[in-house]
């Protein structure tokens, strides 16, 4: 992505030191490097370009389980259904997966947490759950910023001395990414993404809007 847009040149002056780093490199030292990194991105795209090139880096949500979802859509033309559809199976997840008890998967519902995001006519806020291996742990946690380690869903955010202080806000975009791709898929359509929240900014919960198509 780097070479189709600024060249070969650009992409090694940003790249420098990753090859470097291996498997013994500590976590410490890939955030240092991830953080300086990011730096040089910045400076040579610019913050708007940056989140672009980031948000496509994303892991991505498994095309074949969207894909009932995506019928659905097309068979509909409606949002709302596909959003309907994509809220139940993840309700079904937190259950029958996670096997979380009712009291819990009830609360991370009232709080609009999860796949689907809250549903408005021109976009979806999209509000991260905890981290589902830690997600049991985060409820019984009490101290802040403990709570924010075991919320993310990115290692690297979530090294306890490092939480917040180093990578700079643009990284999130990676994880936005990852409701770009789904929402793409689901409408065929191309869609913005925004951080709103994170906890690598000092907040409780990453969130993201999804700024819908306009149809």
């Not at 991830?34 to 949500?61: D, W």
């Not at 979530?158 to 789904?182: E, I």
Request: aromatic share 8%; with cysteine.
């Amino acid at each position: 992505m780097l070479d189709a847009a600024y060249g070969q040149d650009v992409r090694q002056h940003v790249l420098q030191g990753g090859m470097d780093l291996n498997d013994s490199a500590s976590r410490l030292e890939v955030i240092a490097w991830t953080c300086q990194t990011l730096g040089r991105l910045e400076s040579s795209a610019g913050v708007k370009k940056t989140r672009r090139i980031l948000s496509a880096c994303a892991c991505h949500y498994p095309q074949s389980e969207l894909a009932p979802v995506r019928a659905r859509f097309l068979e509909t033309g409606d949002i709302a259904a596909a959003h309907h559809m994509l809220q139940s199976r993840f309700e079904a997840y937190l259950e029958l997966d996670l096997d979380l008890p009712e009291e819990m998967r009830g609360e991370i519902v009232r709080r609009g947490w999860g796949l689907a995001g809250v549903l408005s006519p021109t976009q979806i806020i999209a509000t991260k759950m905890p981290k589902s291996g830690t997600v049991r742990e985060y409820f019984a946690e009490t101290d802040a910023r403990r709570r924010r380690a075991l919320y993310c869903h990115c290692p690297r955010v979530r090294q306890p001395p490092v939480l917040g202080d180093r990578l700079p806000a643009s990284y999130c975009y990676c994880g936005a990414g990852f409701y770009k791709g789904m929402w793409e898929y689901i409408l065929g359509s191309p869609v913005e993404v925004e951080v709103l929240t994170s906890v690598l900014q000092g907040d409780d919960e990453c969130s993201i809007a999804i700024h819908l198509p306009d149809r």
